[in-house]
């Protein structure tokens, strides 16, 4: 009896982590930035699967590994929530609707690509991307600054001003904060290894 709720429990909670990272994928234009906060709210706010802090580490990891932003944040979330049942399907979930898409728009590119319609489309859609990318920039910076660690904020600052205004590429940013982090352990460690 209790194997078979266990059960039960374990496929009612693919079934939703599916259903999830599908309906997220789905309705997501402006990639792995935009989904990542569609994450957050799903399985940190709606669903409370994961805290708000290990959303933030996942996020940053799914950034810092190569690949796709949207499918390695799956990965993370995935294996988070269900192991690795949970990353198959949360995977399976995050590629199928543009899989499915993009099968689609190829057999009509040349239609799409000289409608009308379809560019005032796309274009309605970058304004609407760049405000869910601030969005996020907003939730993941206010979680930086709610630490009050001088070392994050300052990271932040750097990190921004690095990008935006001295046009660094994002791939030195992210060496960068990694060296800084491993130092600050580093240190970390040597204090506790000295008390």
């Known amino acids: 009896m209790k194997s078979e709720k266990k059960h039960n429990s374990k496929l009612t909670t ?6 999830s990272t599908l309906y997220i994928s789905a309705f997501t234009f402006g990639g792995g930035f935009v ?13 409370h699967w994961i805290d708000e802090e290990e959303m933030l ?8 590994a190569p690949g796709a ?23 399976i979930g995050t590629i199928l609707p543009p899989m499915i898409i993009l099968s689609v728009i190829s057999f ?13 489309a796309l274009k309605g859609m970058q304004a609407g991307v760049a405000a869910v990318i601030l969005d996020v920039v907003f939730g993941l910076g206010s979680n930086v600054l709610k630490e009050k660690s ?3 904020v300052t990271i932040l600052i750097a990190a921004f001003i690095a990008t935006y205004f001295l046009d660094i590429n ?26």
């Open 35 to 47: 989904i990542i906060t569609f994450m957050k709210r799903k399985f940190v706010d709606e669903l």
């Open 170 to 195: 994002v791939i030195f940013i992210i060496l960068a904060a990694i060296m800084v982090g491993i130092m600050k352990e580093l240190i970390y460690l040597r204090k506790e290894h000295t008390l």
């Open 150 to 152: 001088i070392l994050s």
């Open 69 to 91: 932003i949207a499918v390695n944040a799956a990965i993370l979330v995935g294996w988070r929530v269900a192991g690795f049942l949970g990353m198959i399907v949360s995977i």
């Open 57 to 64: 580490n996942l996020a940053a990891l799914a950034q810092s």
């Open 108 to 120: 009509f590119y040349a239609e799409f690509a000289t409608n009308l319609y379809v560019t005032f």
């Open 14 to 19: 693919l079934t939703k982590l599916f259903l």
